[in-house]
């Protein structure tokens, strides 16, 4: 079992910036692919961003053609914490981001996915 905490959410204008954080429990972290997802009210939830887990090549990350230029996502393995930076936001971007984990590979699909956050909220005003 995995357990993922995330904060960092909140109420910002269209063109500011966010960092959301997520924690996660055990010591096998690096082993875990992480992703960032975002779900509206009606809507599937969607892919934003993943990186990969550590291997001897070391990672790589991935993004929804809707945050590249605009989002960052990065993990720190000392401190089990996978983070996003979000700048530039759109009132689009608005939105519950879940961070998720996946054992080994990673991928773009949250059903791939078996290790959930609870979510934080994301408001963008203009």
């Known amino acids: 079992q995995v357990q993922l905490v995330e904060s960092g959410g909140g109420l910002v204008q269209a063109g500011g910036s966010l960092r959301l954080s997520c924690a996660a429990s055990?010591?096998?972290?690096?082993?875990?692919?992480m992703g960032w997802f975002r779900q509206t009210p009606g809507k599937e939830r969607e892919f934003v961003a993943v990186?990969?887990?550590?291997?001897?090549?070391?990672?790589?990350?991935y993004y929804a053609d809707s945050v590249k230029g605009r989002f960052t996502i990065s993990r720190d393995n000392a401190k089990n914490t996978v983070y996003l930076q979000m700048n530039s936001l759109k009132p689009e971007d608005t939105a519950v981001y879940y961070c998720?984990?996946?054992?080994?590979?990673?991928?773009?699909?949250?059903?791939?996915?078996?290790?959930w956050g609870q979510g934080t909220q994301v408001t963008v005003s203009s």
């Open positions: 998720a984990a996946r054992y080994g590979y990673y991928s773009l699909q949250h059903v791939s996915y078996n290790y």
């Open positions: 990186i990969t887990a550590i291997t001897w090549s070391g990672d790589s990350t």
């Open positions: 055990g010591r096998t972290f690096s082993n875990y692919a």
